[in-house]
């Protein structure tokens, strides 16, 4: 069972994501909280697996927390959910040390994946805030490419036309290559980057400032 704490301000949306999370069968609930203090002290009580957290509430922010419980060393996985969707906001989660930046709207399963992903050490981003947090990271990207993962300049323009939505053959197309050159490449910037899949490559790499 994956162990969840839900922080909201908002009881009607903690008790509708309660309601949701473990209808999945493999979530459990152990705790919620709705401000950053109890979100903190509650998690070094509990130490669930993910914490799901607002990003606006009373007193300290979402991104405060984040901040605060890595000081701690809070080793579970701190995902984001919220209608805010500023690439500012998104930046500072991620510096933070968010594991993961969902919208509200996002749909219940791709939550309840985010949230079993996010268990299992992968990072997760809505896919509708991918462009902008591209953009965002893009200077940053070039100077750390080389130092960070021996990215290639090939292997960033895969990763950003993936994070893009594009398939293996619309890559290949893009970049003159055929589509199982493209998938054996994207399994070495797998290996490099310690990513499992597409979603995880391209989240991983924008954390750190590759892309």
Request: hydrophobic share 45%; no cysteine; glycine share 10%.
């Amino acid at each position: 069972m994956i162990s969840v704490l839900l922080v909201d301000d908002h009881p009607v949306v903690i008790e509708g994501l309660r309601k949701l999370l473990e209808a999945a069968g493999d979530i459990n609930v152990i705790g919620t909280a709705n401000d950053a203090s109890q979100a903190i002290e509650r998690a070094k009580s509990l130490r669930p697996n993910v914490i799901l957290l607002d990003l606006r509430m009373p007193g300290a922010t979402g991104i405060q927390a984040t901040r605060r419980l890595r000081e701690q060393e809070f080793a579970g996985a701190i995902i984001l959910l919220t209608s805010y969707g500023d690439q500012a906001y998104v930046r500072q989660a991620l510096e933070a040390g968010a594991d993961g930046y969902l919208l509200k709207s996002t749909p219940s399963e791709e939550l309840i994946d985010s949230i079993r992903s996010g268990a299992k050490g992968r990072r997760q981003l809505s896919p509708e805030l991918l462009d902008g947090v591209l953009q965002d990271f893009g200077g940053l990207a070039r100077e750390k490419t080389v130092r960070d993962a021996d990215l290639t300049d090939d292997d960033r323009d895969i990763l950003r036309l993936a994070g893009k939505g594009a398939t293996n053959r619309e890559i290949g197309l893009s970049m003159n290559r055929s589509e199982i050159a493209i998938k054996k490449r994207l399994q070495v910037i797998f290996a490099k980057l310690g990513a499992v899949d597409r979603a995880n490559a391209v989240a991983e790499a924008i954390r750190r400032g590759l892309i």
